[in-house]
């Protein structure tokens, strides 16, 4: 069976991680043996610290490097606005450093295509059991200061952002979906998009409140449909771990996170399975 192997890092936040945990990371994904290395997002806070991770992990490997924003990445610094950031100046930056700014621009490695997305939250993934409203959600934002709250100067609402990026994954799915030589995609999240990957802690309203700004679980029931989509890693969470999501008819769906945090630097290695000739 042919298999493609995507080695996926994040939330390394880069000025708080130790120096030698980020190099002996990058050496562990030099000899990875990946075809293919994402960056999902929350590398660091101003250009420096990301373009000189770029340069290192560019370096490092001969493989395509793509990268996909985290919330973090775009907290607005000196003159340049989180709108620009995410439009314009991270684009830019990437494409100056050799590395894919993956959401909106696909990438190919044999028969596999990658696609990558922010999923932005819309308060999907709040617990369910704790009877929140929207208003809820909105005063927990700015009482204890969700760091998009004071970081994040765009005029849209969650939702908005969070239909971009939903609208904006589909496009990008339904190109490769239309290319004869793609026949597995795998899908890079920077917030989590499955129930099981969102730290729950039932009873506890904070919490609950807590878990809405940790994912969109719209994204994952939007994925669900595809059948081209063979594997969904996400990130965001400093827990890691595996599960495969089971929707018949169509195929089951590895999914994954990262685990990754500044104290603990980690990766994933997935590997996306090219599926049986008559499937």
């Avoid at 980020?22 to 994904?29: G, N, W």
């Avoid at 994040?152 to 990008?172: C, F, K, M, N, Y």
């Amino acid at each position: 069976m042919s298999v493609t192997t995507v080695a996926i890092t994040s939330d390394l936040l880069l000025g708080a991680a130790a120096p030698l945990s980020i190099h002996s990371l990058v050496d562990t994904l030099a000899g990875s043996g990946a075809e293919a290395v994402v960056l999902a997002g929350n590398i660091g806070e101003n250009d420096s610290q990301i373009a000189q991770f770029f340069k290192k992990i560019r370096l490092a490997v001969s493989c395509p490097v793509a990268f996909v924003p985290g919330n973090q990445d775009l907290f607005y610094r000196n003159e340049t606005s989180s709108e620009s950031l995410l439009n314009n100046h991270l684009p830019a930056l990437c494409q100056a450093n050799g590395i894919q700014f993956l959401p909106g621009n696909p990438l190919v490695v044999g028969s596999l295509g990658i696609v990558g997305s922010m999923a932005w939250y819309d308060y999907s993934a709040a617990d369910p059991t704790a009877g929140l409203s929207m208003e809820d959600h909105v005063q927990f934002r700015q009482d204890r200061n969700v760091p998009e709250a004071l970081r994040i100067d765009w005029g849209w609402s969650d939702q908005e952002v969070a239909g971009q990026s939903a609208r904006l994954l589909e496009t990008d799915i339904g190109k490769l979906s239309s290319q004869p030589a793609v026949n597995r995609i795998l899908v890079v999240t920077h917030f989590p998009v499955f129930d099981w990957q969102v730290p729950r802690d039932p009873g506890n309203r904070l919490a609950a409140l807590r878990n809405a700004y940790e994912g969109n679980l719209n994204i994952g029931r939007q994925l669900m449909s595809h059948p081209l989509v063979r594997g969904v890693v996400s990130a965001h969470v400093p827990h890691g771990g595996c599960r495969v999501i089971h929707r018949d008819p169509l195929a089951p769906i590895p999914t994954w996170l990262v685990g990754s945090s500044p104290d603990s630097p980690g990766f994933v290695l997935a590997r996306v399975a090219k599926p049986p000739e008559n499937s």
